[in-house]
């Protein structure tokens, strides 16, 4: 019975505490833009010097006589 005592003023410390850190929380504008994180990953970061693509499209083939061949995949 005597930690009771303890516990209860302690849980009510605690509960106080995160209902204070949560509307802090809000109040600083942390839930202001749930959406935008969870999109920003689908779109690709634009890089200005990145010219890999461009340069596979402009080189010419190496030879039209030998066929490409494409790795078969591995069977299980």
Not at 33 to 39: R, V, W
Request: negative net charge; aromatic residues 10%.
């Amino acid at each position: 019975m005597p930690a009771l005592y303890v516990m209860i003023p302690a849980a009510l410390l605690i509960v106080a505490i995160a209902i204070y850190i949560f509307f802090w929380a809000v109040d600083s504008g942390q839930y202001d833009d749930l959406d935008g994180p969870a999109h920003s990953i689908l779109f690709d970061d634009q890089d200005p010097s990145h010219t890999a693509a461009v340069d596979e499209v402009k080189r010419p083939p190496a030879n039209d006589a030998e066929p490409v061949k494409k790795p078969e995949p591995p069977h299980a």
